[in-house]
């Protein structure tokens, strides 16, 4: 059975980091395309960060609010995918979750589409505030 948790987020303040880890279990990670995405109240959820399949050509993705900001990486030995995220701002806050989907996803536009992706974590809050 594919199992997604999150962990690491918590409250920070403006400027600091937190280390995402998105914890899986019943499934090949490298075989899977990793994606983050949040959903702050009221709003939609929206991707952030995307990491695919492949061992051999790892390719990873960014939204424009989480480029040169956020890095996504995968630990298949021990079947964790981070998500590091640095300069933190308030509108970040935000309930952030991880999907998984079982090969490549071929386009820019997909890697953050929800429906793209099978299965999915409970999330963990991240809340950005002083």
């Known amino acids: 059975q594919v199992q997604l948790v999150e962990s690491g987020g918590g409250l920070v303040q403006p400027g600091g980091s937190l280390m995402l880890c998105c914890a899986s279990?019943?499934?090949?990670?490298?075989?899977?395309?990793i994606g983050w995405f949040r959903q702050a109240p009221g709003k939609e959820r929206e991707g952030v960060s995307s990491?695919?399949?492949?061992?051999?050509?790892?390719?990873?993705y960014y939204t424009a609010s989480a480029e040169g900001r956020f890095t996504i990486s995968r630990d298949n030995a021990n079947n964790a995918t981070y998500l590091r995220m640095n300069s933190l701002k308030p509108e970040d806050t935000a309930l952030y979750y991880c999907?998984?989907?079982?090969?490549?996803?071929?386009?820019?536009?997909?890697?953050?589409?929800?429906?793209?992706?099978?299965?999915w974590g409970q999330g963990t809050q991240v809340t950005v505030s002083s």
């Open positions: 999907a998984a989907v079982l090969g490549d996803i071929y386009s820019r536009r997909g890697q953050f589409a929800a429906p793209a992706y099978d299965h």
């Open positions: 279990s019943g499934f090949i990670l490298h075989h899977y395309t």
């Open positions: 990491i695919s399949s492949s061992d051999s050509d790892v390719r990873t």
